[in-house]
Structure formats: structure tokens, C-alpha cells
């Protein structure tokens, strides 16, 4: 059994956490814990293999993710993934950024900005974050809450744009006894466009890339089960994992299922909804029903190795910000703020003040 603590999605960590991986039987393999900019903490396994602590306190105000992969003595590999923040400093606030500086992603990706603390005066953190696009298009902010604040254009970026995110927060009052920390200028450039259909009724998902949309390739998938069906509308791939662990208690659903090894995983709502590899399942299954617990998965090899199967493939072509389209004739919309779903409120509603 594989374990970490915080749990995922913590907030208001202390930097001595605490924090740790543990196994109870087998071996940890791997465990790195890195902030955002990808840039991993020491850390030590202990000689025995069972356990993992860091070497020493964490930086405040920075978010964590925390992989790790642990193996018995069969040989099977067991992954655990996490992700949380720790508290800022007394009186202050900072902004969580996404995506992280530099990087390269897909059309979909909105700026989203995460504030440690609640704010309470949200326009004038608003005036004070500046998001430009070049080439030049208009960008308009929406609050979802007094901790969140997102910005996008009004269809998805073209290929090849550059975004500036200029954040002005230092000294910033943005609720009474918190004040911001941050003056920094962050850059990602939107990478090749592509969108993703999914057909939940037809049981097929169709890659469409270019501006025209040209057809790449149709793959088949499964669906939620009609007792859980996918979330449809617009979701956007926030994270990519080679091999996670996926368990129903962690998404309220009791003792469902618990699998350890779920390869070529890819992130669509903070929820737990995710475009996966799956081995376990009947292979006739894909094309032809929809019989999972609202995941849509694809057919895979155990082990999350092979490029080859229908989810490796995909798993390989995609990138962070990538589009998912789902249809289907049953299911509730995904809710814009669970995940990067922004692309769900229409425009006019997006870019209204107040």
C-alpha cells in the first residue's frame, strides 16, 4: 500500500509539513516533490525502502507536486500522485500561476490564478494582473469565487501565440490584513492546435490538428457507465501522468475500485475526470459501450510503456492545454471551475464586470 501526505489538493501547508511517502509492502522506487517550475526538493528513501521524507522545511506561499512510484516484490509497480500548496507567510497572499512559466501549450489553456487567501477587494487585484497576446487579442478576466481568477480570449488561441502575464501584486492590499508579494512578468507560448471530439453515443474520439481541423486519427473509447455518466462540454487537459494511482474514495464513491497502475492518465476536471489508458477491461468494450465510472478511457498495455497502444499514442500527442470536446446525449456539463472548463461560459457572461 502506497501512501502520501498532505493529501492531495491541500492548502495552508506548514513548511514542516508534515510531509512523506510510505509503503507498506515492497519497496519505493522513485519519489521526487517539485514546485511549479518543475525544480525538485532533496529528499532521502529510507534504507529499508518503506519510507521518504525531505531533507528539510519547504519554501511558503510555493505549490508542490509529489510523485512517487513504489514496486513489490512480483515486480508490480504501484504509482501515487499529489499535489498541494504551502501557507503563505503571516499577512500576505500570492498567486499559484497556470500554466507554469515557459512552458509550451495547447489552444485550450487559460491563465488561471489561484490566490493563497480570500480576497476581498477582487478589482483591484484584477487591475493589477495585465495579460497580453501576441499576436494581439482581446483577453478578459472572470472571477470564479474570491480565490480565483482566470483569464482567456473569446475562442481559443491561435497556434503560435506568445501570452505575457504581468503580475503587479506587491504591496497590494487584496483583503484586509493580506497583502501581496509578487512583481513578475510570466511567459508561455501556445504550441501546435489541437482538438479533440469525443462521441460518447458513437464510442469514438476523433483528433482533429491544424486550423482546419484536418482529421489526425479516430480512436475508440468507453464512457461513463449510464449510473455515472462523463461530464460533458469543453474540458482542457490541465495534467499528463505516464502511470498514477486512481482510487474511488479520493472522488467520494466508497470502495468502487482502487487500481494502482492506471497508465497514460491525462487530467480533464479537478474532479477526477481523465482521459486514461485501460487493461483491465474487456477489450471489446471500446467502440461499443460505455461502462466506466466517468472517466473516458482508451485500450492500453499494464505497465504504461507501450506508444503503441490507442492511449500511449494519444498520451504522446497531447499536450497540456489541449482541447477536449465531449458529446453525448446524457450527463451533466462540466461546472468551468472544476478544472480548466472556462470555455463552458459563454463570452458575454464571461467578460461582464462585476
Not at 466508497?254 to 497514460?264: F, L, Q, W
Amino acid at each position: 500500500m502506497l501512501s502520501a501526505v498532505p493529501a492531495d489538493g491541500a492548502q495552508d501547508v506548514a513548511a514542516e509539513g508534515p510531509v512523506r511517502v510510505s509503503v507498506s509492502q515492497g519497496r519505493l522506487v522513485s519519489v521526487r516533490l517539485a514546485d511549479a517550475k518543475g525544480v525538485g526538493l532533496p529528499g532521502r528513501i529510507s534504507p529499508d525502502g518503506s519510507g521518504w521524507a525531505p531533507d528539510g522545511p519547504l519554501p511558503l506561499g510555493t505549490a508542490f507536486t509529489l510523485d512517487s512510484v513504489a514496486e513489490d516484490d512480483q515486480g508490480q509497480r504501484a504509482a501515487q500522485h499529489s499535489a498541494f500548496s504551502t501557507a503563505a507567510r503571516a499577512h500576505t497572499f500570492v498567486a499559484f500561476f497556470t500554466p507554469e512559466d515557459g512552458s509550451t501549450v495547447g489552444v485550450g489553456m487559460p491563465v488561471s490564478l489561484r490566490l493563497s487567501r480570500p480576497i476581498t477587494d477582487r478589482a483591484a487585484v484584477e487591475r493589477a494582473v495585465q495579460v497580453t497576446a501576441d499576436p494581439p487579442v482581446p483577453v478578459a478576466a472572470h472571477w470564479f469565487g474570491n480565490q480565483r481568477l482566470d483569464f482567456r480570449p473569446q475562442r481559443y488561441w491561435a497556434a503560435g501565440t506568445k501570452v505575457t502575464v504581468a503580475l503587479r501584486l506587491k504591496d497590494l492590499q487584496g483583503a484586509p490584513g493580506a497583502v501581496g508579494t509578487q512583481n513578475r512578468d510570466l511567459h508561455f507560448t501556445v504550441g501546435r492546435a489541437q482538438v479533440s471530439t469525443v462521441d460518447l453515443d458513437a464510442h469514438v474520439l476523433t483528433v482533429r490538428a491544424g486550423q482546419g481541423g484536418k482529421v489526425v486519427r479516430v480512436l475508440k473509447v468507453s464512457g461513463g457507465s449510464p449510473d455515472h455518466a462523463t461530464y460533458r462540454g469543453v474540458m482542457v487537459v490541465s495534467e499528463k501522468y505516464k502511470l498514477t494511482r486512481m482510487n474511488s474514495q479520493t472522488v467520494g464513491m466508497g470502495d468502487e475500485y482502487d487500481i494502482k497502475d492506471v497508465p497514460h492518465a491525462m487530467r480533464l476536471t479537478d474532479s477526477g475526470t481523465f482521459l486514461h489508458g485501460n487493461y483491465w477491461a474487456d477489450p471489446a468494450v471500446f467502440g461499443t459501450a460505455n461502462t466506466s465510472h466517468g472517466c473516458i478511457g482508451l485500450a492500453d498495455a499494464e505497465g504504461g510503456a507501450s506508444k503503441d497502444t490507442p492511449a500511449g499514442w494519444l498520451f504522446e500527442h497531447t499536450i497540456p492545454g489541449d482541447v477536449v470536446e465531449v458529446r453525448a446525449s446524457a450527463g451533466d456539463v462540466a461546472a468551468p471551475s472544476n478544472g480548466l472548463g472556462d470555455w463552458n461560459v459563454p463570452w458575454e457572461q464571461w467578460a461582464a464586470v462585476g
